[in-house]
């Protein structure tokens, strides 16, 4: 096992927590020094931001194709006015434009810190909302008993030498699919749970605690209570409760802008954080869809308010951060019989970061005609998800494992769409 | 992880080496491995607590004692035959869960879905299906597919959105949604109804109580292990409500019976044919019949004959059906037609998981016949509560639920969710497995596999290494597994006999794997309630569980949970045990009550020796006694609380998890103040949350 002595948290995390008054005088003399990068410490790694839109979001009207005809005829009260129009998309190309929700986006799209990948999905046509996150988590369309997630075997497969218990990171009560597995995952909704909970007596029994945790054991108990005390100790000290965005960052107030701010201070404080899982629902709308404004439009709009109070939170740090969106699939491009739409087949991701070859859409794009849908009802997949899951773990991560991230699947160079240099 | 695996067990054979040697001159050697390994065998205590231990959920006071009185042998000879033990104790506490006892059909009818109930009600209060899908809107994941893409009648007609949804149903605002909820739960009250998560509550309490409670500590742990071998997941569409059945026909009466029986009774169960999917699985015959019959109505092609049948077959007068056809004409513009077929999920779990294990000789295409030869096994109306909420609710029949019934040629009263073979849907052609030729046609295609499965020496092997990880280690010895192998082999797949030949032998008792493995957090939540004596009705002890990781059928993969310590014990895990143990000493779970009376003493050295002898009969590391001595001198309070601190601490709430957890337990959980001797509880807590107890 690889992971270490937790303590070693670097000075640069102190400092973004403006912790200095209460940090002990020697971290202080570090934090000073170091108020740079640091090849010491958790200071700097790649991080991965994944994020599940669960219940399926509906990919044409969240990235507009209002070049195609047919996105109109097939959407008689759903569709988003073209650009220019009242309540319009937000131009991207010509040809696909953002639901007007996703307006935060544009200046990352501009800057091109925002790439889009169009016609992704699962080679599997499961309609089943359980099936498909389960086989878009595990990343293996079609194998239910694979017993762990593609994220832990991100992990699993490329050993850190000093790794610490904040590698991966849910904000969820529970591991979700994709974290799954050995490599340790620490699961929370909020950064405050993470510590001895005793009422009145809490410093006297983490105390003890600590005392009686202090020795590494020989077996598979090993270092895991020193570092869950190290773990704990540190968050402690970073008091998260007091944490301040920066950049003008505003984070809407709502339980994913909550999960995205706390993921941004676990990056900020240095904790060595690489893998870190939000989800979001309410997508699935069956019923009064909306166009501009309506049920969707609102939860767009949580959606890309938080991503964008992240990015630009993140500031200069998103040289290091990937945030990568995915549900699980696509919906009918027509609409119902209830001004909704339903289960479908090939849908749209974004992938935010300043390495991001951005301002522009990936993907083979076959078109909306009828014999270009899938089952001639659905958005064709062109590209499968698990290339861009791929070309995230291998160019952003450094992940040269693909073969055992990606069990049964061999995806390479060759089938990257190149949205990362 | 496999080099820790082999670093660990290197060291264990070289101090085993070292204690045969020289038992009493390893000084300064680790005192947890000195305490495993010093002595060539364990004394008499050590193996009852060994058994007591591994057999059941650890001893509760006083059973050291009682076990001993008897005679290890007997008592383990007892435990194998779990149904000569009375048991009145743990029968008194889960007396009152009415799930328990019901049929799946009467599950659905006590615990329909909000959705169900109101369709049953819309007509009358002049509700269109729109309205009622609008219901439900907010934070729809997995947990709420229900009623979508598995919407399939038990025939393997995939059902039409605009079946569930009515026509441009107008928006509804909050408000019309507020009184919409609130007539749901009238009428909810009115009918002496409850929701669906009661449902996994209920059942989860009984574990949980049965665990603690039960003489048949041998039983409970076997229904533990193969609820996770059998894995399902409550939160799969309609699995909550088979679950009641599954724990009560399927697991237990199988738990220390033959495999073969418990094999059979899986398959058959609606909660392994729903979750595995192979209740829709059905021959593609079967679809081209289907489908021609279909086309035929959506384009109106039907001869007179064609038209009686049809009337006939859905139930429908002649302006019904001219009805129905335009119907489905629409329908055809509106969406292709789902495919539906073969499902090889079940027929893959089975060989992989259930049998064989991964490497156990199957071959891709064994898969798919295997599935051929399942075709047809289903479930009567699997969303039953739809048919139930109208007839509980208005006295009538769901008109579809009875179409779809006669369609499949099922008397009258064939009860929801029960299991069906559907001969039409089943694949009639020859089929090979795993070499042999499957022929005896129909249901018996299916037993028939099953017999091979079991008759094969890699499932005698999958299921001794697993029996033996379990009881044994968590790397047991090729030796052991073939012993074991052999027993399961030999006696026909008799559990029984299988696990005598695990409990008898050498290795199960050789110091080496004394206190080696590390409780699951299910066996940890069960062992300390036991060891401090508390009372609990299983009720709020749901919600630790599940941040422990491990909710009951709460894992979404069929794997279940791994067995190895090593995926389970991580740095979030290990806090969450401590805060349990913490907070079951202080009293601070709803539900649970623990008196610790018997440690108060005159002085904290007595508090804790009293403690030590009675939470871990002495068999303490001196490292955890020496930094439990240094602790105890520490102040409880600290002079200055940071007020903040505090706060923060005492809002932290008990969110819970999925499956059992999240649909189960959707409240948080809040808990209570801590309360009793602090200088008890505080010793208590730390004990139980202490690498020691954590081990088995």
């Keep these: ?421 | 992880m496999t080099d820790r695996f082999s670093y660990i067990y290197k060291i264990t054979v070289i101090f085993t080496l070292l204690a045969l040697l020289a038992p009493v001159s390893a000084i300064g050697v680790n005192a947890q491995t000195m305490q495993k390994t010093s002595a060539k065998y364990l004394t008499e205590d050590q193996k009852i607590l060994h058994v007591l231990n591994r057999l059941g959920f650890g001893a509760r006071p006083g059973d050291v004692a009682r076990v001993k009185a008897m005679g290890l042998n007997k008592y383990i000879e007892q435990q194998l035959n779990p149904f000569s033990i009375s048991d009145t104790l743990a029968e008194a506490k889960v007396k009152n869960l009415d799930i328990l006892t019901m049929s799946n059909e009467e599950v659905f009818a006590k615990y329909p879905t909000p959705k169900a109930v109101l369709q049953a009600v819309a007509k009358e209060n002049g509700l269109t299906k729109g309205d009622v899908a609008q219901l439900k809107t907010k934070n729809k994941n997995n947990a709420d597919e229900m009623n979508k893409n598995d919407a399939m009648t038990a025939d393997g007609k995939a059902m039409m959105p605009d079946e569930k949804n009515a026509a441009n149903a107008a928006p509804i605002n909050d408000e019309e949604k507020q009184k919409l909820q609130q007539q749901v739960a009238e009428i909810y009250k009115q009918n002496d109804l409850g929701r669906p998560p009661q449902i996994t509550q209920q059942l989860n309490a009984s574990r949980i109580m049965r665990a603690v409670y039960s003489e048949r500590q041998l039983q409970e742990q076997m229904v533990d292990f193969w609820s996770n071998h059998f894995n399902v997941y409550a939160d799969k569409a309609a699995v909550r409500w088979f679950l009641p059945e599954y724990d009560r026909d399927v697991i237990r009466p199988n738990a220390l019976g033959n495999f073969k029986d418990l094999l059979l009774a899986t398959a058959k169960s609606p909660a392994m044919l729903f979750y595995l999917d192979n209740f829709q699985s059905v021959s593609p015959n079967m679809q081209a019949n289907n489908a021609n019959r279909n086309r035929q109505m959506q384009n109106g092609q039907l001869n007179p004959q064609q038209r009686e049948r049809a009337k006939e077959r859905l139930g429908l007068n002649d302006t019904e059906l001219d009805a129905r056809m335009k119907q489905m004409q629409q329908r055809q513009n509106q969406a292709k037609k789902q495919t539906r077929g073969i499902n090889e999920n079940y027929a893959r779990e089975l060989m992989e998981l259930h049998t064989l294990g991964v490497d156990g000789g199957y071959t891709q295409k064994d898969v798919q016949e295997v599935a051929r030869c399942f075709t047809g096994w289903t479930i009567v109306d699997p969303r039953g509560y739809r048919r139930m909420a109208a007839s509980v609710i208005n006295g009538t029949e769901n008109k579809r639920a009875m179409r779809q019934a006669k369609a499949l040629g099922l008397p009258e009263d064939a009860e929801s969710g029960t299991f069906y073979f559907n001969e039409r849907a089943h694949d009639t052609g020859e089929k090979i497995v795993l070499g042999q030729k499957i022929n005896e046609g129909g249901i018996k295609d299916g037993l028939k596999v099953l017999d091979i499965l079991v008759n094969n020496p890699a499932t005698a092997k999958f299921i001794a290494r697993k029996l033996a990880v379990k009881f044994v280690s968590d790397n047991p010895s090729d030796p052991l597994i073939t012993r074991v192998a052999d027993a399961f082999h030999n006696s026909k797949g008799d559990i029984k006999t299988t696990l005598r030949a695990l409990f008898t032998d050498k290795e199960f008792y050789a110091p080496e794997n004394y206190r080696a493995k590390i409780k699951t957090p299910f066996e940890l939540v069960i062992s300390a309630i036991r060891t401090v004596g508390a009372d609990t009705n299983g009720g709020q002890i749901q919600a630790l569980l599940a941040k422990m990781g491990e909710p009951l059928y709460g894992y979404i993969a069929p794997t279940g949970y791994p067995d190895m310590a090593e995926d389970w014990v991580n740095t979030g895990a290990l806090l969450e045990r401590m805060n349990f143990a913490v907070a079951l000493a202080s009293n601070r779970i709803r539900g649970t009550k623990v008196n610790l009376s018997q440690y108060q003493a005159a002085n904290k050295q007595e508090i804790l020796n009293k403690s030590i002898a009675g939470l871990l009969d002495n068999e303490i590391s001196p490292n955890t006694k020496a930094m439990l001595l240094k602790q105890i001198d520490q102040p409880l309070i600290e002079p200055k609380l940071d007020d903040t601190d505090e706060a923060m601490m005492e809002s932290t709430s008990m969110q819970t998890g999925q499956g059992g957890g999240k649909r189960g337990l959707g409240r948080q959980a809040q808990l209570l103040p801590p309360s009793g001797d602090a200088e008890v509880f505080k010793v208590v807590g730390l004990i139980l949350g202490s690498p020691d107890f954590q081990r088995q």
């Design chain 1, 1 to 421: 096992m690889d992971r270490r002595y937790f303590l070693k948290a670097s000075g640069i995390g102190l400092a973004s927590f403006g912790l200095m008054s209460v940090a002990p005088t020697f971290l202080h003399q570090f934090a000073s020094a170091a108020a740079l990068p640091t090849s010491d410490g958790y200071g700097k790694k790649k991080v991965l931001i994944t994020i599940f839109q669960r219940g399926a979001v509906d990919g044409l009207n969240m990235v507009v194709p209002y070049g195609a005809s047919e996105y109109y005829d097939y959407r008689s009260s759903i569709a988003i006015p073209k650009p220019n129009q009242t309540d319009g998309a937000v131009d991207l190309d010509g040809y696909f434009g953002l639901h007007p929700s996703l307006k935060p986006f544009e200046s990352f799209w501009k800057n091109k810190q925002l790439a889009i990948v169009h016609s992704v999905g699962s080679p599997d046509n499961t309609r089943s909302h359980f099936d498909a996150q389960d086989y878009m988590e595990s990343a293996t369309p079609g194998v239910k008993s694979t017993k762990d997630g593609w994220l832990n075997r991100v992990l699993q497969t490329k050993i850190e030498k000093d790794a610490s218990p904040f590698r991966a990171v849910a904000l969820n009560p529970q591991v979700p699919r994709s974290l799954m597995g050995r490599a340790p995952t620490i699961a929370m909704s909020n950064l405050a749970d993470f510590a001895i909970n005793a009422g009145a007596y809490t410093n006297s029994v983490q105390g003890g605690f600590e005392g009686i945790w202090q020795q590494k054991a020989n077996d598979s108990l090993g270092d895991t209570g020193k570092e869950t005390f190290e773990a704990v100790n540190f968050l402690k000290k970073a008091n998260p409760a007091q944490y301040k965005a920066a950049n003008g960052a505003q984070y809407p107030n709502s339980q994913f802008g909550r999960s995205l701010l706390q993921i941004a201070q676990l990056i900020k404080a240095g904790v060595g954080l690489e893998v870190a899982f939000a989800e979001i629902g309410g997508w699935d709308t069956h019923v009064n869809e909306g166009s501009s404004r309506g049920q969707l439009a609102n939860i767009l709009r949580d959606f890309s308010q938080s991503i964008a109070a992240l990015a630009t939170d993140l500031g200069k740090q998103m040289d290091e951060v990937i945030i990568l969106t995915m549900s699980e699939f696509g919906r009918t491009a027509r609409q119902n019989g209830t001004g909704g739409t339903d289960h479908g087949h090939g849908n749209a991701m974004f992938v935010f970061g300043n390495s991001v070859k951005g301002g522009k859409v990936y993907g083979d794009w076959k078109g909306l005609k009828s014999d270009q849908l899938n089952d001639e009802r659905d958005l064709a997949v062109t590209t499968d998800f698990r290339d861009v899951f791929g070309e995230v773990s291998y160019k952003h991560l450094g992940n040269k494992n693909l073969d055992k991230v990606f069990p049964g699947y061999s995806t390479n160079a060759g089938k990257f769409k190149g949205f990362l240099s």
